[in-house]
C-alpha cells in the first residue's frame, strides 16, 4: 500500500511538472502585446524589458511623461517595440482611452499586467481617509476597470493572460501600513475570485505575491508620522537580502508564471514560510506583529500628517 501511494503521488508530480514545461513552452512571448501599468521604473519597467528582449511588444501606463520617455529610449535602444501612454490610473476615462490606443496601436492586448502601486507608511493616526481611497482605486478599482476593458478583446481571440501584482502585505497585514495592506487584501481577493471564471474562456490570472523588492522605490514612498525614522525601517527592511528579492529575478519569475497560466506566485522563498506560518498560526502572527510595532515609531504631533517622500528624507 505504501509503495503504491508513493507511486501515484510520483506520477502526479512528473504529469504536474510535464503540464507545466508543456504549457511554457507553447505560449512564447514573441509579438504578444503586454500593457503594463506602472511600466515606467522598477518592476514594471523589469517585465518590459525581459518581455521585450523575447520578442515582444509593450504599452507602457505611468503618470510621468518624462520617466516613460526614459524607460522607452532605453528599450528601443535594446531593440524593443514600445507605445508609451502616460495615464493616471485614479482616471476611468485615461484607463479608457489608454486601452483604445494600445489596440489602435497593436492590434490587440495578450497580456494585462496590473502593476502600478503606492506605499505610504506611518501610523495608523496620521493616516487620513483620502489616504485608504487612494490606495483603493489604484490598487483594487484600477485593475477591475483595465481588466473589464480587455476581457472581451481577450475572450474574442480566444485567449490571455492577466498578472496581478499584489504584495505580501496583501496576505498578512503590516503595522504602519495600513492603506497599503488593506488595498492589496482587496487585490489579492479581486484576483482569486476571477481567475476561476475566466479560465474557461482561456484567460488565466496570475496573482503574484512578493516579499520586499529591491528597487530603490523607497524613494518614491511617502512618509507621515515621524518622517526620518519611519524612512530609516522601511529602508532597511527594503535592503535585506535574505527577505527581499532584485527586480530582475523577479520579472522573470513573473513571466515564466505568467507564461504557464499558474494561479500563484509568492516569491522570495521567506514570503512563502511568512505565509504559511500566518496560515497556520494566525494568533502567534498576531502576537509578533503587536511586538514589530513596539519598536517603530511612535505617533508625532499634527506635523506627521503632512506625507513626505522618501527621496526627501535620504541622508
Given amino acids: 500500500m505504501t509503495l503504491r501511494l508513493v507511486l501515484a503521488v510520483g506520477f502526479l508530480l512528473a504529469a504536474w511538472l510535464l503540464v507545466r514545461l508543456l504549457r511554457t513552452r507553447r505560449y512564447m512571448l514573441k509579438d504578444k502585446v503586454a500593457l503594463i501599468t506602472g511600466g515606467s521604473r522598477g518592476l514594471g519597467f523589469a517585465i518590459a524589458r525581459e518581455i521585450c528582449a523575447r520578442g515582444g511588444k509593450v504599452a507602457l501606463l505611468a503618470r510621468n511623461p518624462d520617466e516613460l520617455n526614459r524607460a522607452k529610449m532605453q528599450l528601443m535602444k535594446e531593440g524593443g517595440e514600445v507605445l508609451t501612454l502616460p495615464c493616471d490610473l485614479l482616471d476611468a476615462a485615461q484607463i479608457h482611452s489608454a486601452i483604445e490606443q ?94 476561476a471564471e475566466l479560465s474557461r474562456d482561456k484567460i488565466y490570472v496570475t496573482t503574484v505575491t512578493p516579499g520586499m523588492m529591491r528597487t530603490g522605490s523607497q524613494v518614491h514612498v511617502k512618509f507621515k508620522g515621524d518622517h526620518s525614522a519611519e524612512f530609516k525601517w522601511f529602508d532597511l527592511s527594503s535592503k535585506l537580502p535574505f527577505a527581499s528579492i532584485s527586480a530582475k529575478r523577479a520579472a522573470r519569475k513573473i513571466l515564466a508564471a505568467c507564461r504557464r497560466g499558474q494561479p500563484a506566485l509568492v516569491m522570495p522563498l521567506t514570503a512563502y514560510f511568512i505565509i504559511a506560518a500566518n496560515a497556520v498560526f494566525p494568533n502567534l502572527t498576531g502576537y509578533v506583529m503587536k511586538l514589530v510595532n513596539a519598536f517603530l515609531p511612535s505617533r508625532v504631533s499634527a506635523s506627521g500628517d503632512e506625507a513626505r517622500r522618501g527621496s526627501e528624507l535620504r541622508d
Fill in 102 to 195: 494600445s489596440i489602435h496601436c497593436f492590434g490587440k492586448i495578450d497580456i494585462l499586467i496590473n502593476n502600478a502601486g503606492i506605499i505610504e507608511v506611518g501610523p495608523f493616526d496620521h493616516m487620513q481617509v483620502e489616504d485608504f481611497d487612494r490606495a483603493m482605486r489604484l490598487h483594487l478599482w484600477a485593475p477591475f476597470v483595465l481588466t473589464l476593458q480587455v476581457v472581451p478583446q481577450m475572450r474574442k481571440q480566444g485567449a490571455g493572460r492577466i498578472v496581478n501584482i499584489s504584495s505580501i502585505g496583501g496576505k498578512i497585514a503590516v503595522p504602519h501600513m495600513a492603506p497599503y495592506s488593506a488595498s492589496k487584501f482587496a487585490l489579492t481577493g479581486f484576483s482569486d475570485a476571477i481567475r
